[in-house]
């Protein structure tokens, strides 16, 4: 048996029993690394949790790549077509990588209840489009049926609902600027289906789905002119790689931009998490050093007639230094085995009861998870 093992064991468990001043500061440093392990669970996983929810309400509204025209505006309307001819998507529409493509066309419009107006951007989306991506943001009734006929079917935000004081079958007026100033707007009737809200406001106070037929006809486009088309790609897949290879199969008036270039301040903001966290690691790692000193030290000298007997029998220094590293090494494993179980239990509580809730305007969550 180790005999430096063995004296740290016995020295722990003489200290236990009477209760010591060592005893107290080994509880004391077991109970701040417990403390600071548990605070590096949680924020490693908050962060995590809150980048990936942002980034994949952003996603399912927007693709990973986006294809379009080159224009000088960021205003997200569609103002000029693009034939789905001219894409030559046999080059790179890769079954291997690419999981999704869907083609939409948004056009900005003066929507009108009975009681209110709000300026919005009317998002086109044909039959390909995958709404089961918005199953989680359904609030109320259905999806609009967009792979039959024509209809007036749109889906909107609660938000939007709320400001136009207008519920699940209700009808809305939408009018849409003509090409030319002389001539009066472009009128559609639309009958709401449904009510979505995904706490990204910059979403939910500005988008209404519907049939993309709609602004094609406004716009006076053919069947086969659609403003963009959103890429979703395979898990895995390098989005960077994938978007040059797609840009440089392209003809020239046409670009692929990535998500993260589509709302870079979004995207800015989701990155200061890691830098946070980061100081957060480091602030939690100094306390713990800081601890463990502290603990060492009140250890070394309550045993101070300990180690002087041990020297007189001819201890070496090395045999010393084992016994009150096995003592830290005791305080570090049981900290580290406390905090991990308090820490484990908190964020699978979190993620299976959502106890903990964050302001959505702030945060574009409503929920930890």
């Not at 998002?123 to 918005?134: A, C, P």
């Not at 289906?193 to 789905?209: A, H, K, Q, R």
């Not at 406004?218 to 898990?235: A, D, R």
């Not at 239990?345 to 959505?360: A, E, N, R």
């Amino acid at each position: 048996m180790n005999f430096g093992l063995f004296l740290a064991h016995r020295m722990r468990r003489q200290s236990i029993d009477k209760s010591s001043a060592s005893s107290r500061i080994i509880k004391i440093a077991i109970t701040a690394i417990a403390i600071g392990m548990v605070m590096m669970i949680v924020a490693l996983s908050t962060s995590l949790g809150l980048q990936q929810e942002i980034k994949k309400k952003i996603i399912v509204f927007s693709g990973q790549l986006h294809i379009a025209p080159f224009e000088n505006n960021n205003s997200k309307v569609s103002t000029r077509a693009i034939r789905l001819s001219e894409l030559n998507l046999n080059a790179w529409n890769d079954s291997e990588e690419i999981d999704h493509l869907q083609a939409t066309a948004s056009k900005a419009a003066l929507v009108k209840s009975i009681t209110d107006f709000e300026g919005l951007i009317v998002k086109g989306v044909g039959s390909e489009y995958r709404w089961n991506n918005l199953d989680t943001y359904l609030v109320l009734g259905r999806y609009p049926i967009t792979n039959q006929n024509l209809n007036n079917e749109v889906l909107l935000s609660e938000t939007i609902a709320n400001r136009l004081q207008i519920n699940v079958g209700d009808k809305i007026t939408a009018y849409f600027q003509s090409k030319t100033s002389s001539t009066s707007p472009n009128a559609r009737y639309f009958k709401v289906v449904g009510i979505y809200e995904t706490g990204f406001p910059d979403f939910d106070s500005s988008y209404l789905f519907a049939d993309i037929r709609h602004i094609q006809r406004i716009n006076k486009w053919s069947s086969e002119e659609v403003g963009g088309i959103e890429v979703f790609l395979k898990e895995g897949v390098d989005l960077t790689h994938k978007n040059e290879e797609i840009y440089n199969q392209l003809p020239p008036q046409i670009d692929s931009i990535t998500v993260d270039k589509m709302f870079p301040g979004l995207f800015e903001w989701v990155s200061l998490f890691d830098f946070n966290v980061a100081i957060i690691l480091i602030l939690m790692l100094l306390v713990g050093t800081l601890n463990m000193a502290t603990a060492l030290l009140v250890l070394i000298l309550e045993r101070s007639k300990m180690i002087g007997l041990l020297k007189s029998m001819g201890a070496r220094n090395k045999l010393i230094q084992q016994v009150f590293l096995w003592n830290a090494f005791y305080i570090i494993i049981k900290g580290i085995f406390i905090g991990n179980l308090i820490g484990l239990v908190l964020v699978f509580g979190q993620k299976k009861f959502s106890f903990i809730h964050l302001d959505p305007m702030t945060y574009y969550v409503s929920e930890i998870k």
